[in-house]
């Protein structure tokens, strides 16, 4: 979950994992740690039709996520970093 300023500048002020509660760091506007962020909009022949779905994750509970899944996420290695 995410929170913004008011105004002109919708800076980010606050970040919060969506599965566990708690706060992630911010400063300055910028998020300071890794955070998963999911965004989906729900499309014909499901049962949210038209429905955006968005959630942050802290990197614990994206670990505990994706430990249970049946098939592995695919990995791979990145040497540049945004």
């Known amino acids: 979950m995410r929170k913004y300023g008011e105004g002109q500048e919708k ?7 969506n599965q566990c509660g708690r706060p992630l ?4 506007g910028y998020l300071k740690e890794y955070c ?5 909009v729900f499309g014909y ?8 779905h968005h959630f942050d994750l802290c990197e ?4 505990a996520l994706t430990a249970g899944f049946a ?4 990995e791979q290695e ?4 945004l």
Request: with cysteine.
């Open 25 to 28: 760091k911010v400063e300055n």
């Open 36 to 40: 998963f962020s999911a965004d989906t």
């Open 71 to 74: 098939l592995e996420a695919e």
């Open 11 to 17: 800076k980010l002020i606050q970040v919060v994992c």
């Open 45 to 52: 022949f499901s049962r949210k039709d038209g429905v955006r």
């Open 60 to 63: 614990e509970c994206y670990d």
């Open 78 to 81: 990145e040497t540049e970093l």
